[in-house]
């Protein structure tokens, strides 16, 4: 079955070999009486104009695709197509799988690998072709399918495995859809070859083969991620060499194709002493990349996380963004919701996306990538609801500007055909759905609060003995780090205009008040209320609101099973917020007093 | 190679049928010029007397063998023989092996089972001989094979894997070690009966039938070990019926054949809610049990562990073993160190069984069994030290009064031959090893600030919100439980004459302090220090004393591979040490504000 925001395609394009002929076929099949015009100066943008009478969409070959999608979605919607060309503001649009060959993913919440089974690649031909739609339909371009934590068997999908490669690249090709893998920057140590050093002749003669491997394969393949010397995985580090050193070593083997190699600004100490106080995690993407800026070839790419520690509700634009203004970036988000309710607890992303604009300039990153939500489940995401985030960073991919109202709005309609007072209800539910987790869960950016290794559920002692480098060193006179030039220097990182917004408690958001500083149980917020007393009422109104969810939820008229799953995972969110509520809670009263 | 305190002796016995013939047999292999005089009415026990100027073991056929034992003993320390009928103080002297079927054992810390490998039993002959040897040289006369937590395969031993049972009971059988197999009260679900009802009329023939079949297979078997309603393991309450009406069924099954059936006496609520303030976890057996008294066939012996906790470094013994007077109970202990040290620190438990009998009366187990610190490891305890422990516990099993001084001493001679000052060194750091790592991990009686799920290392905050019932409540006032009967009432579930001893924070010894109390950090001790210093002052020269241990070792010419094994795992020890003294230090600390 079809599903997601696509539920009521049921047919499937058949036998095109490009995007635009994917594009006819998908208007022929919606009985879309509508032209397409190829023009492949217009890219992969698109635009529609009335030609007598009928819409015709004019395009690049992707472009065209892009642009049927849009008008179909605008007849099943009702809302009206934007005036003009469409381009995407970044080229590529990423979305990164962390499937394992065994089958799992890595938090992953929505069933099994589409792909992978028991070693190998195994998929089903019609699962692709929904899949391959969903993501042309909101004009994503790049799949890289592995975990970047790459095992013995993921290393075999550039070797061995090359030809099930292919045939999952030409299976996506159809729907505008390169792919990607995660690579073993160790990896020629598995073939004979005495080193993985960058500078070593043999191993970029290694690599150099293997891309012409690859590509001879998949003309269009999109190139490699790499996750290295992160997190116990190989790197040039082992060489005495720098991330500049290895990534362009690799990227040289690609460039003759085309190909990008990206390379994922995720190191930092995750071996740290609780005891070392002077370390602080936040600042290690800067220290480690800030120095290499202008050191990249041009075709790699530096995948930078959102924020500066791993995907929490809530923290700062990563720093690195500004600091490297001759490097190419790519903007990471996870729309798995690894730290966000794991797809049974409600968190819509585009609000807390464009927040992010108000500071972030667009033109900073040069591309996005996304952790994948996708898994084997019936409908994609595991929650129904969960698929507004892979829509919604399609539509964030082309325009970040794009309002987070807009985005939902038009998922919902695409999904379901609610009454108009019961679809409003669903998209203020999807809305507020963010800040209603970061209440029950972690207001005043504290973090770190979850359940260390499975992520989900509160456990406000877990990580401040750990060697995770995510401390909040609470205790009887209060909360938090300072992360100001008196404490860790962080700020330091930030542009001063930045650095300004937060360096003073008695500016600082709210949101980010414990990120950034240090305070005493009785500290007297903005509001009068102290900092003890705000962290308790904060749970206890965080959980009254999905309360308040789950009331609107029985009452929305959903269709089966997405009805049943929703209710059932709202009452799994209902006890995960109360459980929230009474450990923070009981946590706080335990060592302020205040309770 | 033969190993642990019996390394000496290289031949294994051969072709004997019965434990007398295999008492000539190793008297032969050991060059000993004795002789044996059967006596079936001293049964287990036995003496040596000189007739014509050489010993004389007078006994019954394992008589025999264990005089033989404690003759060639003798030779080998130069220590006197004891005078008289030495009889075994308890009649069944228990190993419990947690061992599974795919060749794990659960809390085992030397290496892989003895038995089982892949599903199936697997084991080397001359293993089981020399453990049969081992385990018959301090007396022991049971031995469970498989853990109480028992799957399908381990359900399997007294269906489809009988014959394999049956060899390996023929295997232990010349050293007077008889079978016992852990079973699963659910089984007959497994065999098309459609119930496991212990009221049944089917039920109980299916496990007559089963019986028949494994004494037909068996004749010396011993009999079953259950662990029901406990930790999620099936049980008569699934039934409505009570535990004895549980336990009945099975014995009855058993008693024609002479089996007996042992009955886990540990059941708790594990699925505690953090904020049940009412529910204390130390009563539950008792509640559960003392109300049976006089309810179990004479067949039956209910097993309780020696706290009524869970093999915690200190405990109040169980109040349970004074509560039934009609009921045959064994008192169960943990070789196998889970919570004290995990055979990576040293820990010898004759110390600490020996001050168990200064309060539980010798009479009131009828029985003793212990969990294995037994695996496939080459020195079958992990740590060359831990074997004091299996040793030890035959003696206690003999002779629960005997002095942790002659039982270390004993060991340490017939283990290695150190010059007299350092094995006088060893003796003494085995002697202290538990008061030093009570001091470094859980001083004033505190418990459970282990690691949850691994139980190695500290965690202080590990079980506060969990579901496991053992909580410490600490705050920035105090820390600990009153179990009084201002509290929970646990005191009055033991005699008043020892309650008395406990309940009065002014007389309760320091040891359980905070096992009985809760108490403020400025709570003054009677050394005059406040609870918080204490606290931190113990922390502290717990650790000094491991790194004088430490020294200590090194001088040890201990042989190898003892000697360097010794040393690594004391590395281990000292790092966990520290660890224990820093992460408890900050705690109490940030909660009380002393430092």
């Not at 022929?28 to 492949?40: M, P």
């Not at 495995?161 to 505008?176: H, K, Q, T, W, Y």
């Not at 960073?393 to 009454?419: K, N």
């Not at 542009?495 to 240090?518: G, T, W």
Request: negative net charge; glycine residues 8%; hydrophobic residues 40%.
């Amino acid at each position: 079955m079809n599903y997601a925001w696509l539920r009521n395609w049921q047919a499937l394009p058949q036998g095109c070999a490009t995007p635009a002929e994917t594009a006819r076929e998908e208007l022929r099949l919606a009985g879309l009486d509508a032209g397409l015009r190829e023009d492949a100066a217009l890219g992969e943008g698109w635009e529609i104009v009335e030609e007598g009478g009928r819409p015709v969409v004019h395009g690049g070959s992707r472009g065209l695709l892009y642009g049927a999608y849009a008008l179909m979605a605008a007849r099943k919607t009702g809302l009206c197509l934007p005036r003009g060309v469409q381009q995407p503001r970044y080229t590529l649009r990423m979305i990164d799988c962390w499937d394992n060959p065994d089958g799992t993913i890595e938090r992953g919440y929505a069933g099994r690998s589409l792909w992978f089974e028991g070693g190998r690649m195994a998929w089903q031909p019609e699962r692709i072709a929904q899949l391959g739609r969903m993501l042309a339909s909101v004009g994503l371009n790049v799949l890289c399918i592995n975990n970047v934590n790459v095992g013995e068997e993921g290393a075999r999908l550039i070797t061995e495995d090359l030809p099930e490669l292919a045939r999952l690249a030409a299976a996506f090709r159809p729907f505008g859809v390169r792919l990607m893998v995660s690579i073993d920057f160790s990896q020629p140590l598995r073939y004979g070859v005495e080193t993985a050093d960058p500078l070593s002749p043999a191993v970029l003669a290694w690599w150099t083969a293997r891309a012409d491997a690859v590509w001879a394969a998949i003309p269009d393949f999109a190139g490699f991620l790499v996750k290295a010397d992160s997190e116990h995985r190989p790197g040039p580090m082992t060489y005495g060499r720098s991330h500049a050193e290895g990534a362009n070593m690799l990227a040289r083997a690609l460039a003759p194709h085309g190909g990008v190699l990206v390379w994922r600004a995720f190191v930092y100490n995750c071996l740290q002493d609780w005891r070392d106080t002077h370390t602080d995690r936040p600042m290690a993407a800067y220290e480690t990349y800030a120095p290499l800026d202008g050191q990249f070839d041009d075709n790699v790419i530096l995948q930078v996380k959102n924020g500066p520690f791993d995907f929490q509700v809530r923290e700062p634009i990563s720093p690195t963004f500004w600091a490297m203004p001759h490097t190419r970036l790519a903007l990471e988000v996870q729309l798995a919701q690894e730290y966000t309710g794991q797809q049974i607890d409600l968190y819509a992303m585009n609000p807390m996306w464009r927040e992010w604009q108000t500071e972030l300039p667009v033109s900073l990153p040069a591309a996005v990538a996304a952790v994948s939500n996708l898994g084997r489940d019936e409908n994609w995401c595991g929650h129904p609801f969960a698929a507004v985030n892979l829509y919604g960073f399609g539509r964030y991919a082309w325009d970040p500007e794009v309002s987070p109202e807009e985005v939902i709005r038009t998922w919902a309609r695409l999904t379901y055909a609610l009454p108009e007072n019961q679809e409003d209800a669903l998209c203020l539910m999807l809305l507020n759905s963010r800040s209603i987790y970061e209440q029950y869960t972690a207001p005043l950016g504290i973090g770190w609060m979850i359940t260390p290794h499975n992520h989900y559920g509160p456990d406000p002692w877990g990580y401040e003995y750990s060697p995770w480098g995510t401390y909040h060193r609470a205790d009887r006179s209060g909360i938090g780090i300072d992360r100001t030039e008196k404490g860790t220097g962080f700020t330091r990182q930030q542009p001063p205009e930045i650095a300004a917004k937060y360096a003073d408690p008695a500016v600082c958001p709210d949101e980010q008040l414990l990120f950034y500083h240090r305070l005493p149980w009785d500290y007297v917020m903005r509001d009068g209320r102290t900092l003890a007393r705000r962290i308790l009422d904060d749970h206890r109104e965080g959980v009254e609101r999905v309360e308040a969810m789950a009331a609107v939820l029985r009452e929305l008229e959903l269709p089966e099973p997405d009805r049943s799953v929703a209710l059932s995972r709202m009452e799994r969110q209902l006890q995960n917020a109360a459980n929230w509520r009474d450990i923070i809670s009981d946590f706080v009263t335990r060592l302020s007093g205040v309770c």
